[in-house]
């Protein structure tokens, strides 16, 4: 059983649009999520980390926790094309694995004109 | 350019070749970590560092892994007698520990195994 999972994709929205991508963890202890953004052939760029329940939100971007659900998601408001990527899914799990990311496999975000 | 650097950023070899990877750091991080990421997979953690010492090693890490940071600053990973197996994307990150451990990534090294 993978211990991070991504809603399946591929997702397609119009630009202009919300786009809702989720992700779910299976470790209760975890303490630090993260969403990162992937280009075809590039790294993974930081887009959001959160640590508590409930919203947080940078520009378009809104990150939102739930801790009793293991539950995480993030929100892209008024897409636009250069959204368009893989986003991943990270989750720290804290304890002894201080440090370690454990990521989704990834959902893939098409945002079209 | 102050991000995370990653040297060199394609290798083509042959099976049973040896290689090594080279990872520079953000200056003033102290922790550095080695993924890997095959098509359509997330990154999977290898190994990480905290300063010079190596604090943890995935199982995934076979023996013909091995990785050293020996002054707390750059990284090597080496892979020895390389397989079909081997080739993926190798992925360094960096982060400091009064961050949150907010990990940013260096630009990837493409391994192909022939």
């Known amino acids: 059983q993978k211990e991070v999972e991504q809603n399946s994709g591929p997702l397609s929205v119009p630009e202009g649009a919300i786009a809702s991508l989720n992700c779910t963890y299976s470790?209760?202890?975890?303490?630090?999520f993260f969403w990162y953004r992937q280009y075809s052939g590039k790294s993974p760029e930081l887009i959001m980390s959160?640590?508590?329940?409930g919203d947080k939100e940078d520009g378009r971007f809104t990150a939102q926790l739930n801790k009793a659900s293991q539950y995480v998601s993030l929100l892209i408001r008024d897409s636009q094309p250069s959204d368009s990527a893989t986003y991943l899914c990270?989750?720290?799990?804290?304890?002894?694995?201080?440090?370690?990311?454990?990521f989704g496999q990834g959902t893939i975000l098409t945002v079209h004109p | 350019d102050t991000g995370v650097s990653q040297d060199p950023r394609h290798k083509i070899t042959k099976r049973g070749q040896n290689v090594t990877f080279r990872c520079d750091p953000i200056?003033?991080?102290?922790?550095l970590y080695w993924y890997r990421q095959t098509l359509g997979q997330g990154p999977e953690f290898l190994t990480y560092?905290?300063?010079?010492?190596?604090?943890?090693k995935s199982r995934l890490l076979s023996d013909r892994f091995s990785a050293e940071r020996p002054k707390g600053s750059f990284s090597t990973l080496e892979i020895q007698r390389t397989e079909q197996g081997d080739s993926a994307m190798y992925l360094c990150?960096?982060?400091?520990?009064?961050?949150?451990?907010?990990?940013?990534f260096g630009p990837g090294t493409r391994l192909l195994v022939l």
């Open positions: 990150a960096s982060s400091w520990t009064g961050e949150k451990e907010t990990q940013y």
């Open positions: 470790d209760r202890g975890s303490q630090s």
């Open positions: 959160i640590y508590s329940n």
């Open positions: 990270a989750v720290d799990a804290g304890g002894t694995s201080y440090g370690k990311l454990t």
């Open positions: 200056s003033e991080h102290n922790r």
């Open positions: 560092f905290q300063n010079e010492a190596q604090l943890e």
